[in-house]
């Protein structure tokens, strides 16, 4: 997923020296030289810092025409460094003249590129004047120009750091962690697939963004008053394609499956309590039916893996694998047939979604021992120790903390070797509700329905999923930061804000279904408050007819 980072700073902040060395994190780099030779002084320098970058960085020399040469080199690198955008903008004054239309067009389309996001880029500028007055006519009217060219590119930038004697501020913050483009192994044949259907998944079109971005900032209220809410919008009038978008319809989707490793005692509460939280789902006296009748949601159970034999009943998909998964501290959680059948549940439960209009959907679960599989996923996706991603559950106290790390951690030597993907990943440390949250994610996304990920297991299937495709993670909606200890550490790794902190650890999908009602309600407000022209308009008609 390409980013756009700005540094900016004083002369001599050390803003150049640390655009450098975030650049080194990405393999293949292009430095984009835009100051010119215009006196042996900014010669000598230039050549001094060709030669400090030596080898490290492909460099190409570009004093006017920054958005093409942005264009044309983008294929050929993971990210693009420029240094700097203040001997461009001069470079563009001395050549085409201060308010020239030349000027101006080469501006324009520089923003474009930022928009576009064809490479990730690191752009260095100089924070302008700082309080400073000139007297000099020209120079005033370079540093407005300036200051408004840094405001725009700030705006369109994923994060933005200001340099200050040599060490970094942070003014703006979503910024995604470099994330494998892709799994880091070939996929064993059975799962080549499902990964060419993660891979299929599209960027979403900044087009679309810009479309929501715009009519937020007309609407009548203080510009950006709306704070995350308008970054959520944004995305999911982009998911939608949609400039009326709609969330009235909606789902909670709950995976139901038991756990072999329950088995170790890592729980409080034994497998039977799966199958009667399913019955008391399917009457309507739990929580998430209380949470999901407040919004007009409805609430469907798949039962992927219950130990238990249920009687047909309304809200209820049969669609049992196995009754609970293999213990995965001796050995492989589920054969590789299971894996695929979870994911191909997961992945119709979205299909069945989009069939029946529905705009909005979220994913929760339930099964007993699932904290512990959660823990084990997760950790071997992030490569974490599992004593930072574990958590009490369901309340257990610090001995039986510690016995349920032992055991994750005795699930990941055992199934050392199978550790290579996600998918292996799933199969030898997941559950049957896991898996198929990971499907169903990779459904909704190709289906373009925003997904609303509850907690801390659904979020290991979520994870997954992002791990096939790091594009998956924008049609994602994080509902809450879970007690679980982990889920911060998760949520930091992804780059991710959830809508609530309600320090909730249930599950059931309830955090998931709060969060809905809140994005139904940006939605409306999108859709219903008036833009300062329709105001306008409706105030001369009342005028009118007054």
């Not at 190409?60 to 093409?68: K, T």
């Not at 999901?292 to 809200?315: C, K, P, Q, Y």
């Amino acid at each position: 997923m390409n980013q756009t980072l700005l540094i900016t700073g004083g002369n001599r902040s050390g803003k150049s020296r640390k655009a450098h060395e975030l650049a080194l994190n990405y393999s293949k780099r292009i430095f984009l030289a835009t100051a010119e030779a215009v006196d042996p002084e900014t010669n000598r320098r230039i050549q001094k810092h060709q030669a400090q970058r030596g080898s490290e960085f492909v460099t190409i020399e570009e004093p006017l025409y920054l958005a093409e040469a942005i264009r044309t080199h983008a294929g050929e690198a993971d990210v693009i460094l420029v240094d700097c955008l203040t001997f461009w903008l001069n470079n563009l004054f001395h050549h085409f003249g201060e308010g020239s239309y030349q000027a101006s067009k080469q501006m324009e389309d520089f923003l474009k590129v930022l928009e576009e996001k064809p490479v990730s880029l690191i752009l260095v500028t100089n924070e302008i004047s700082m309080g400073v007055i000139s007297t000099d006519s020209f120079t005033r009217r370079f540093m407005d120009e300036h200051g408004r060219l840094n405001q725009e590119v700030a705006r369109c930038a994923d994060e933005a750091i200001l340099m200050v004697a040599g060490i970094p501020q942070t003014l703006k913050k979503s910024f995604k962690k470099i994330i494998p483009k892709a799994i880091p192994t070939e996929p064993i044949q059975e799962f080549k697939a499902w990964q060419e259907k993660a891979l299929g998944i599209p960027l979403l079109d900044s087009t679309w963004r810009e479309k929501a971005r715009k009519r937020l900032a007309e609407q009548t209220r203080p510009e950006k008053s709306l704070g995350e809410l308008e970054c959520y919008l944004e995305r999911i009038v982009a998911i939608q394609q949609k400039e009326n978008p709609s969330v009235t319809k909606k789902r909670i989707v709950i995976f139901a499956a038991d756990h072999g490793v329950e088995a170790e005692g890592v729980s409080l509460y034994p497998r039977e309590v799966t199958p009667a939280m399913v019955h008391n789902f399917l009457s309507g006296g739990a929580t998430i039916n209380a949470f999901a009748r407040s919004i007009g949601a409805e609430v469907e159970v798949v039962d992927v893996g219950v130990d238990h034999t249920f009687v047909d009943s309304e809200g209820l998909i049969s669609k049992k694998i196995r009754r609970g998964t293999s213990n995965f501290s001796k050995t492989q959680a589920m054969i590789r047939e299971e894996l695929l059948q979870a994911l191909e549940i997961g992945y119709e439960r979205a299909q069945d979604a989009q069939g029946k209009g529905i705009a909005l959907v979220g994913v929760g679960e339930m099964g007993i021992g699932n904290t512990t599989a959660a823990s084990a996923v997760i950790a071997a996706l992030m490569g974490a120790d599992p004593e930072q991603v574990t958590g009490r559950g369901t309340g257990i106290d610090e001995k039986m903390l510690q016995h349920k790390i032992q055991i994750i951690k005795e699930a990941l030597q055992v199934n050392q070797s199978f550790l290579v993907d996600p998918f292996s990943i799933l199969q030898s440390v997941g559950g049957f509700e896991i898996a198929a949250i990971a499907g169903f994610i990779l459904g909704a996304a190709t289906l373009r329905i925003p997904c609303v990920v509850d907690g801390w297991i659904a979020s290991a299937g979520a994870l997954a999923a992002v791990r096939m495709n790091p594009v998956i993670l924008d049609y994602l909606f994080f509902a809450h930061e879970s007690e679980e200890r982990g889920h911060r550490i998760l949520l930091e790794e992804l780059d991710v804000h959830p809508v609530l902190r309600l320090n909730m650890r249930l599950g059931e999908g309830t955090g998931a279904c709060l969060a809905m009602g809140i994005l139904e309600a940006a939605v409306r407000a999108f859709n219903e408050v008036a833009t300062f022209e329709e105001a306008k308009v409706a105030g001369k008609k009342l005028a009118a007819h007054g």
